[in-house]
């Protein structure tokens, strides 16, 4: 039985390079500008359905706080974000305190892979949370966040990792999401959709029964499809077993998935190109790096 996280998958389908990055070289991604408003979603995620916060706008308000004063601006810093999301929670978007914002985050250091700043970052944020129309918080159901699954699939194959969110029902699970950051790439939207598809179809046979469905859901455009049981997970093994016999083999696809445009919002673009401004991926020699690989593990 081969065992395969979801996670993984997901990583190299967005990009086989990414992939080699944090789980063949052990480079944990540092935190950049890009990555903000997917950190701040999933704080206020789990602010909003924990019930700390009134929505996720507010959820999310209360994370981009927290970070004012982890980065010790200004003591009126908090306030002034809260004057942002207002606004635009609102639609006053003419006079959007922006460059004060600026101003206060002026001596910030976090990185960016582009020249996208923090006051795009935090609109990216709000935007999300806005468009966000997930489940409801009430009494009769539970929502729990970062639900551990195990997919059996008939190839032999087992995927296990985190949906993102389940509403339960009486300690049965009614729907199970999973949550998809990537600005860009569409490759990874395919993707967990179709996983979500083998996940219901599995549901079935595990027990867990009932009329409960699977829904991928874009975050940062609000797109969400939702998948009722179906019972079709062969179809998808091909998608799998070729993501999976590429893992193994340490085999590059260069950009198989990954777009220029994804690429400007990766935190291992400093990895990625030379000094000289060139890509490292003309100068990667896949065949050496799977031959010191294979070295590794006799
Ligand atoms: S910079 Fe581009 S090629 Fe490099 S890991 Fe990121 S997405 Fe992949």
Redesign the pocket.
């Known amino acids: 039985m081969q065992r395969i996280q979801l996670e993984r998958l997901l990583t190299y389908a ?5 992939y080699w ?1 944090r789980y063949r070289a052990h480079i944990e991604a540092p935190v950049i500008t890009e990555e903000l408003p997917r950190l701040a979603l999933q704080q206020g995620l789990r602010h909003y359905y924990e019930g700390r916060a009134a929505s996720l706008v507010d959820g999310c308000l209360a994370a981009w706080q927290a970070w004012a004063d982890d980065w010790r601006c200004p003591p009126e810093t908090p306030a002034l974000i809260a004057r942002y999301v207002r606004m635009r929670a609102q639609r006053h978007d003419e006079d959007l305190p922006v460059d004060e914002l600026r101003e206060a985050w002026r001596d910030v250091t976090i990185p960016s892979a582009s020249d996208y700043d923090l006051p795009a970052a935090l609109d990216d944020t709000v935007l999300a949370a806005l468009r966000y129309v997930g489940p409801e918080c009430d009494g009769q159901r539970e929502v729990l966040l970062d639900w551990p699954f195990q997919i059996s699939l008939t190839a032999g194959i087992t995927v296990e990792g985190l949906a993102s969110l389940v509403v339960l029902e009486r300690d049965q699970v009614t729907v199970a999401e999973f949550h998809g950051y990537s600005p860009y790439c569409p490759s990874e939207l395919f993707l967990s959709r179709h996983l979500s598809i083998v996940a219901l179809a599995n549901a079935e046979s595990t027990g867990w029964g009932g009329e409960w469905y699977v829904v991928y859901r874009h975050m940062l455009t609000g797109f969400s499809a939702s998948v009722f049981t179906t019972g079709d997970a062969d179809r998808l093994l091909p998608v799998i077993s070729a993501t999976l016999r590429g893992i193994e083999c340490g085999v590059f696809l ?2 198989m998935a ?1 777009t220029d445009r ?2 400007l919002r ?4 400093e ?3 030379t000094p000289d401004g060139l890509d ?2 003309d100068d990667l020699d896949a065949t050496l790096v799977a031959a010191s690989e294979e070295k590794k593990g006799s």
Do not use: K, S
């Open positions: 967005q990009c086989p390079l990414r990055w260069p950009r990954a994804e690429c990766c935190p291992y673009r990895l990625c190109t490292a991926l």
